[in-house]
Structures are given as C-alpha cells and as structure tokens.
C-alpha cells in the first residue's frame, strides 16, 4: 500500500525515511524513551513536488488531508509538535548535516503543520545546505519528515558518550551539555551551555560547569539517567553517539536524537564490533583451535574475494593489516571487525552500496567510515574498473559451475577422512589431513565464497530495484513473499529424511510404542538390542552417514555431531512421529503458490521490460540462494571432518603422555598443534600447563556476557567481567516488540524459550520458538515451530531462510527476546510487520 505516513516505530528502512527516522524507530523498538508520532516517506516529497508549484506551496488538499489522518489514526490529539528533517544521506558517521536542515518547534494544528512540513521540505534547497554539500562531496537523494510530540522540557542538551581526548587528560570520558527549556539556542550555538564531564567507565562527575542560561542545574538523578541511557544507546548502537535530549516538567528523560560521532570528531582510530551473523555460525566462547583457524580463513576469504573480482593487488596488499584482522574474539566469542570491513568493501567499485548491502546480508546496522584507503590515479581507477566489470560477469556466468568444484573438493576430502579412516592413520598422516583441510579453506573457498556475494548482491539489487520500481510499497511483505517455498534448498533435505524416518515409525507398532514411551537413551539401546528394529536401524543409519554431520553448533567443533551422539536426531524423531500435521513437501508446495502469486502481482504492476528484468533479477536472487545453502552444507560437512581430525590427534598424543584428553587438542592453536607434531614445538614438555592455564582462563571468558555491538581504540579490550547492561522498559508498551519481518503471517501461540536446538524436546506443537540466534542445524526444529523469534539475524540469516522455506511466520533482529518472553507466555506474532505482542 502506498501509505503518505507510517508511525514512527515502523519507520526503520533508511533509504525511504531517512537515517534520523530509522535511528529514532530502531530505538522505540528496542524501548528506549521516544517521543509518540509518525514518519512522512521521502516519496511524499516527490509526490508533492509533483502537485504542487513550488516547495512552499501548501494549498494542496491532498498533503492537509494525509496529514489529518495521521493525527488521527496515530493519536497525536491536539498536542503541541516538532517537525524533523531526515534526509536521505543526512546523520552518517562522515557527515552529520547538523544544522543544515531545518527543524520547526511549536507547531499546533493541521494548517501550521502542513506549513511546517513544507518549509522542512524547502531547507533541503537553502544555500547553506546546498553549500554544505559542495564543501563534503556528497549529495543528499532526497528527505522524510518526523512528526512528533514535543516535550515540555525543563532542560535539554546533547551528549557526546566518547568526549575528545584532550578534555580528560586522554582517559575516556562522556560530555553534557544543556540548557533551560527546549534546547535550541544551545543546538544553534547561541547560548553557552551548562557542561557536565563523566568520567568512563564509570560515570563519575569530573566536572560541572553552570552556563549563562542554567538558571537551575541538573542534579544527581538527571545525571545518572543521562549516563545510563548513553550507556545503553552506545551499547545498542556500537559505536560513539551525538545524542540529543530533554527531560520534561515531571522529570522523565526522553531522547530526541542519535547520530553517529562524525569522523573529524574523534582523534584516534577505533573500531567498531559486531556479532551479526558470525554468532549465528558460532554460537558460543571458541577454542584457541578454532580462532586461529577462523581468524586465518576470513583474511583468505576477504583477500582472495577481491583479488577474484579483479581487484588491485598493491592495493589489497595495502590493506594487509586489516585483512588479517576481520575478525577478533572479545568475552572469548568471535566478534566481526566491522570497521576493517567496510573498509575493505570500500575498495569496490559502489563500495558504498555494496557495505548496506553486507549489512543487510549479516543484519549488521553500524556504518563505521572506512579508514585509511589507498589512493589511486584517475587511470588506475579506470582500468581496475574494466577490469572488475569484466571478471565479475565472468565470474557470476560461472558461479555454479565453480561451486559444484568446491563441493567435488569438499567430498574427495570428506572420502578419505571418515572416522574409521582416521583411526588407522599415524600422526604424520594426520598432520597432513589437518594441512589438507587449511588448502582448502586458504586456497580452495573462493567459490563458496563467490556464492555467498551472489546472494548478497543480488539481494540487494533486487531490494533496491522494487523501492525505485514501486516506490511507497511495502516492500517488506512483499519481498518476503518472492522469496518463500524455494525448492532445492540444502537444508530441507534433512527435514525430508526425519518426516519419512517418522512415518516409518508411525506404521509400525512395536516402534511407534518404544518412541512415544522411552527417552533417547532407551531407545537407542532397544533399537541396537531389537533385531525386529533391524530394518529401521539401518534406515537410521543412512540418515546419520548422509546427514548426521547437521546440527545447531555445526561448526564449533567442540560439539558432538548426531553422527556421534544420535541422541538429538532421537529426540527430533519422537517429535516428529507425534506430529499430524502436512509433509515438509506439502508445506513446501503451499508457500510456492504464495511465491508465485507475489511473483505474479509484480509483474502485472509492472511495465513490459522492467517486468522482464525483474523475474530475471528474482531467478538469480532464488538461484544464489540456493547456491548460498549448498556451501553452507559443504561448509558444515567439512568442519565436522575437521573435528574428528583433531580428536583423532588429541588421542595420539594422550597415548603418547604429551596430554591428558583428547579435547586437550582443541586449546592449541593451529599453528602448535602443527609444530608439535613435526618435532618443532618450542616448549613440548610444558604443554599439559599451558592447556590447563587456558582451560581456566576460557571459563573466565565464557562467564562474561559482552554485547552484540560496541566500539573501542585499536588495541583496546573490553573490561574483564563485562555483563551485558539490561534493556530498558518500552517507553509506551512494555508487551510489545519489534524487529524485522523475515516470513510473512500471524500467529498466536505460547512461547518456549530455548537455548540452542539441543532443547528441541521442550516444545510442544505449535509453540512459538524464541532464541538467541539460529544456523542451517535449526532447520528440523522448526518444522515443529508455528512461528519464531530471534534475537540476532538479518533477512539472509539462516533462520529467516528456512523460516521462508517452511512458511512459518517469523521475526528476528528482537532485541532482548528471550529475556522479555518466557516460556509458556501467550505471544502473537506479525511476521509481515516485524512485531511480536506478549499477551500473557
């Protein structure tokens, strides 16, 4: 629907309501206090652009009447207002526009507020503004307008959570300023305002200063709430934020504004972390093994990607030192350096683009300024640029022939390491097994790794191409329906495989009766016992030998697999039988028919030729997330070969007396464990008390709880114990919560609350799962699901692939989830609109 104005907290998409909008609807989703109103799209410019005259020009019926309506349907009464600009490109880490724009206060009634909305739109062509732009090299596309309640302040300021340098002799701080009444003068520099200096981390006053118009000061309690909404805003964020503020006549904070701390303003290098997507992969604190192994294969992943696309190699080897450290681990879990990344994506042709592009790919949402590029002449750029063009086409042409390369290496690996293999290998064999997999992983991934940009590209350019095709639609709905009920997805073969292996057990008595009675134990123990189970046993064995390297944690390689412990796949099973429901085949088929109707719906409000682009656009999108999956599967199959690897070296070595547990292995890093096994290891007689030093210390990582984002200087680490700072209450209804749509539907069902899918046996049919964050191992959890809700996670994530592939309605990126729902509570999901309500 072509909607003139949405309610703010849904205004949370950037390219059509602008930054500042976006910033202020993530923050009532995520219950930070935020003054009640709507959101104006930057298509409603262009809409009135086109009817009326001049942008001064307010006798048009239609703007008045919009604006009625949203007063009325969002309940903003005959309150006072403040009337926004949010560009298009304005409030980013490089250029804040602060000032440039216009905002309008006291604004009453329908006629005052279309004037207001109309001059707002103007400032976009004032001189300042059109200079600002000149000066910066940038452009500003075009503007929405928030329309909110003003508050009755008695102070207002700003804030900036990391002060510069110089104002605490080098150590960390926070800044305040502020002044009596709404805050204007100090925001235009007109008054000298009161400052209060905060020491980091933690919030101690160094100093408070009274200014010309702070006739009363802010006390204690001010302070501190300040403080801890900073504190909590930066650690949602993940990076130093301009905050604007008031606290009103009865003492309540409200935020008014959140930008990003503009380059120039901060002296040192920092980078910003996020777990997005990476979390999803590896859920839990990883071992030395496994960082060192990561922490080498994204650098080879990331530079052998650019060299792939025809990139400059004195540029990308310029950029070594951020290639080798895209990821770090904080709180023992690995974090994305988002910085060095949106770095190294800015060496791209459209780099620009292409880092929204990532983020929505990872469900990232900071936009960190890349840092320290390389200069290139007019003429480099130019040929790098053929060069590019030409290899990428070539490149995506054969994207799946090269994958099915990947997946050939991948198998002849996997032949020639299965456990019973590797039993009979010396050390020496298996030192080059463990060298065999890191070829691959260094030197073979480009192909898996061009599928993964493919379903990023592609993605966005579809995404990108329905806003401009079909501007003021709602393109979520929309673009979660084109992409449901995807046959030839690799993870819906396992959900196959388990739905036939429980109809089995339904038609057989003696089996239906042992799962519907016994635990897994029980009936792993008769299954092997009961020669009449024989046939059945051996069907689970198949299952187990095709698919048994699947499951939650799949490449953490401190977790058993289902081939090792069918305790799980046992579990699921008896899940299953129980289950009299529509086959994953049938269900598959009713959500191609929603696909294609969306499909269809498109087509006919599109002309001829962009009707044809776009299903040429929507077939690759489908195809490289098909591809994406297949090397996700091969990726998973690979590790846990890899696992079975290092267990098999940790026993040579328990034999040997050089440690005491086969998992000892897992706390060497790869570079050790590899010396150690030529002969060259420096310390080979103290082994035994590093491991046991690093067992300990990997306790003391695990039992902190550090957040999903935050930003430190280079070389900075988080304090040790860092506990997670709680959300705070929804500033209007605590039982509502927001995040993005990732399948279409309602439900309402209760809620269980789980862990990982290892607790998959808690459900009940037709629950409502909500978790932290989910990978590919989900994917037979969730055909048990009615709906579900996930903390982490953008629209690519796994979860919200296989939530489409099943049609179950679903959320993620909700903040807080498990912590705010319980298990066992009432929920209501609208997987179209990215809300979930806690009804009980």
Not at 300 to 307: D, E, H
Not at 566 to 574: F, V
Not at 584 to 613: G, H, K, M, N, S
Request: proline share 4%; hydrophobic share 45%.
């Amino acid at each position: 629907m072509n909607r003139p104005f949405v309610p703010l907290v849904d205004a949370q998409d950037a390219e059509i309501f602008g930054a500042k909008a976006a910033t202020l609807a993530r923050m009532l989703a995520a219950g930070f206090a935020v003054p009640t109103g709507f959101a104006i799209p930057a298509h409603g410019l262009r809409a009135h652009l086109q009817r009326a005259t001049t942008p001064e020009k307010i006798g048009d019926t239609s703007l008045a009447a919009a604006l009625q309506n949203a007063l009325r349907e969002i309940a903003c009464g005959d309150a006072v207002y403040a009337v926004r600009s949010s560009a298009i490109g304005e409030d980013s880490a490089d250029h804040s526009f602060a000032g440039q724009l216009d905002s309008l206060l006291n604004v009453r009634g329908e006629q005052q507020l279309a004037a207001a909305v109309a001059a707002v739109w103007s400032s976009l062509w004032t001189a300042r503004c059109l200079h600002y732009q000149q000066l910066r090299g940038v452009k500003l596309d075009s503007m929405g307008v928030i329309v909110q309640r003003q508050v009755d302040a008695r102070h207002a300021g700003v804030m900036f959570t990391r002060a510069p340098s110089d104002m605490h002799g080098g150590q960390p701080a926070l800044i305040i300023e502020y002044c009596n009444g709404l805050g204007e003068g100090l925001v235009a520099g007109e008054v000298d305002p009161g400052r209060i200096l905060l020491d980091l981390p933690r919030g101690d006053v160094v100093s408070h200063e009274a200014g010309e118009d702070t006739a009363s000061r802010l006390d204690e309690r001010d302070i501190t709430a300040l403080f801890e909404q900073a504190t909590l805003l930066e650690q949602h964020f993940g990076q130093p934020l301009d905050i604007e503020w008031a606290i009103d006549i009865s003492g309540k904070l409200w935020l008014l504004q959140a930008r990003p701390i503009t380059a120039t303003a901060s002296t040192s290098r920092r980078a910003t972390w996020t777990n997005a997507n990476i979390a999803e992969n590896f859920p839990e604190p990883v071992s030395p093994f496994l960082y060192s192994i990561v922490r080498r294969g994204y650098a080879a992943y990331f530079r052998n990607l650019g060299l792939g696309f025809g990139m400059s190699r004195r540029r990308i080897a310029a950029m070594d030192d951020a290639l080798e450290h895209i990821v770090g681990v904080h709180g023992g879990r690995l974090y994305y350096n988002l910085s060095n990344i949106h770095t190294l994506i800015s060496l791209a042709p459209s780099g620009r683009w292409l880092t929204r592009a990532f983020n929505d790919f990872v469900g990232a949402a900071q936009f960190p300024p890349p840092q320290n590029l390389p200069a290139q002449s007019r003429l480099e750029q130019g040929v790098e640029l053929l060069r590019v063009a030409a290899l990428t086409t070539w490149r995506y042409l054969n994207v799946q022939r090269g994958l099915l390369r990947f997946e050939t290496t991948v198998d002849t690996f996997c032949a020639r390491t299965r456990q019973s293999d590797l039993a009979a290998m010396t050390s020496a064999e298996l030192r080059e097994c463990l060298r065999g997999f890191l070829e691959i992983r260094l030197r073979k991934w480009n192909d898996a790794a061009l599928a993964d940009t493919a379903a990023m590209v592609c993605y966005g350019l579809l995404q990108r191409q329905l806003r401009r095709w079909l501007p003021g639609t709602d393109n979520s709905n929309l673009h979660n329906d084109l992409l449901v009920g995807l046959p030839g997805l690799a993870s819906h073969a396992p959900v196959e495989k388990l739905w036939l292996l429980s109809r089995q057990i339904r038609a057989d008595q003696a089996l239906a009766q042992l799962f519907a009675a016994h635990d897994s134990a029980t009936i792993a123990q008769q299954l092997e016992e009961q020669a009449r189970f024989a046939a059945f046993r051996q069907a689970l064995q198949d299952y187990l030998e095709h698919w048994g390297f699947r499951s939650s944690g799949e490449l953490m390689l401190t977790r058993p697999s289902p081939e090792e412990d069918p305790g799980q796949t046992l579990a699921l099973l008896r899940s299953y039988a129980a289950l009299e429901a529509p086959s994953p085949q049938q269900q598959l088929a009713e959500q191609a028919a929603l696909r294609e109707a969306a499909t269809r719906e498109v087509c006919d409000r599109l002309p001829f030729l962009r009707a044809r682009l776009f299903t040429r656009l929507l077939a690759a999108t489908q195809g490289a997330i098909r591809l994406r999956e297949r090397a996700r599967q091969k990726q998973a199959k690979l590790y846990v070969r890899l696992r079975h690897i290092v267990l098999s070296i940790g026993q040579q070595l328990v034999a040997a007396g050089t440690l005491q547990h086969a998992d000892d292995a897992m706390y060497l890093e790869y570079e050790e464990l590899d010396a150690l096994l030529a002969g060259h290891a420096m310390y080979p007689y103290d082994i035994g008390a590093q491991i046991r030093q690093r067992r300990e210390a990997q306790t003391q990582l695990a039992a902190m709880t550090p957040p999903d984002n935050f930003e430190l200087a280079q070389g900075e680490y988080l304090p040790p114990h860092t506990t997670l700072s709680a959300a705070p209450d929804a500033a209007n209804d605590s039982q509502r919560l927001h995040g993005t749509g990732a399948c279409g539907g309602r439900i309402v069902a209760n809620a269980v609350v789980l862990a990982d899918a290892s607790e998959a046996d808690r459900m009940r049919q037709g629950d409502i799962v909500v978790t932290r964050q989910t990978d590919p191992g989900w994917a037979c959890v969730f055909f048990l699901a009615k709906g579900l809700v996930v903390e982490r996670g953008g629209m690519l994530s796994h979860g919200a692939i296989i939530a489409r592939e099943l049609g179950i309605p679903a959320v993620v990126g909700v903040r807080d989830a498990t912590r705010r729902i319980a298990s066992g509570s009432r929920v209501a999901i609208d997987g179209g609109r990215g809300v979930v309500d806690i009804l009980s």
